[in-house]
């Protein structure tokens, strides 16, 4: 499986605070993209960056991408807690099956009021 | 516009009894995924429909498992003679191509086998 992991497993910070969560992929990819989950049901597409980007910004979210290290991270800055959720990042690959989206275990993301 | 919808949002069962998961996707997507995400794990890929082409079978974990497809529209994904370990969230998506843009995800359909 050549899924991405993420890091830390759960992480839990004041709102208000900035939340930084990590994935670590290990062959060369297409793009890579974040996702969230809520409750444990469907997934909400967050972020795509390519790899020929290097970041990304989407409101509070920003994405970094490095390709010499195979790892993104995702910042959520000012978090709310709204945004008390299991975060995924899921790297595409070339090739047979590329098209499959292939998720870690994520991070568990609390934000305490 | 409508999202990907999915039915039952829950399903309990008994072990050794068949059941049957619907998921409607996008209207106009031409791909549409099946996931199984098993209780604090990720996803795991189960198929795969483009179109018109062979779907891509290779997630299904075990002959119980198939699914079909009817054109672009709805999935039905069955799972026959239960097991206890067939227990999980089983989640559908759809995307416009399916060349590795963004996935549309269902709110799942909750199984529990007893």
């Known amino acids: 499986s050549q899924q991405g992991e993420e890091d830390p497993q759960a992480l839990s910070i004041q709102e208000g605070e900035n939340a930084t969560m990590n994935c670590s992929y290990k062959?060369?990819?297409?793009?890579l993209q974040w996702y969230r989950q809520n409750s444990g049901r469907g997934l909400v597409h967050l972020i795509l960056i390519r790899s020929n980007e290097r970041e990304k910004h989407s409101g509070r979210l920003r994405v970094t991408l490095d390709t010499s290290k195979k790892s993104s991270s995702l910042l959520i800055t000012a978090s709310r807690a709204a945004d008390t959720a299991s975060y995924f990042c899921?790297?595409?690959?070339?090739?047979?099956?590329?098209?499959?989206?292939?998720f870690g275990k994520g991070t568990k993301l609390s934000v305490i009021p | 516009g409508a999202g990907v919808s999915q039915s039952p949002s829950n399903k309990v069962t008994e072990k050794g009894k068949d059941v049957e998961l619907r998921c409607d996707p996008i209207s106009g997507h031409t791909a549409l995924y099946w996931y199984r995400q098993r209780l604090g794990q990720g996803l795991e890929f189960l198929i795969y429909?483009?179109?018109?082409?062979?779907?891509?079978k290779s997630g299904l974990p075990s002959d119980r498992f198939s699914a079909e497809r009817t054109g672009e529209s709805v999935s039905t994904l069955t799972i026959q003679r239960t097991q206890q370990e067939d227990s999980a969230v089983y989640l559908c998506?759809?995307?416009?191509?399916?060349?590795?843009?963004?996935?549309?995800f269902g709110p799942g359909t909750r199984l529990l086998v007893l």
């Open positions: 998506a759809s995307s416009l191509l399916g060349t590795q843009e963004t996935q549309y």
């Open positions: 429909f483009q179109g018109n082409s062979a779907p891509d």
């Open positions: 899921a790297p595409t690959y070339s090739g047979a099956g590329s098209y499959q989206l292939t």
């Open positions: 062959t060369s990819i297409n793009n």
